[in-house]
């Protein structure tokens, strides 16, 4: 299992769009790909699982990526929240 510690960068936080970029990204992957806030766990490959955690600006989230692929998949949705989305 790889685990990576998230911070959300963008200023609007996880939206839809976000949201979608994410779950399009974790669904590349065979692995299972799980996001984490106060001990709540949603399927990274779900938009409205993903939407549902309402993470907004400065947001640490815990990503678990088990199976095959998991680390090129935990690599990609890091660099997503680097990116902040390509928002701002």
Known sequence: MTEKLLTVRNRAGIHARPAALIA??????????????????VNAKSIMGVITMAAGYNTSLVLKADGTGEQEAADAIYQLFENRFEED
Not at 25 to 30: C, K, Q, S
Request: charged residues 30%.
């Open 24 to 41: 399009q990204t974790a669904n590349r992957f065979a692995c299972e790909v799980t996001l984490e806030k106060d001990a709540v766990s």
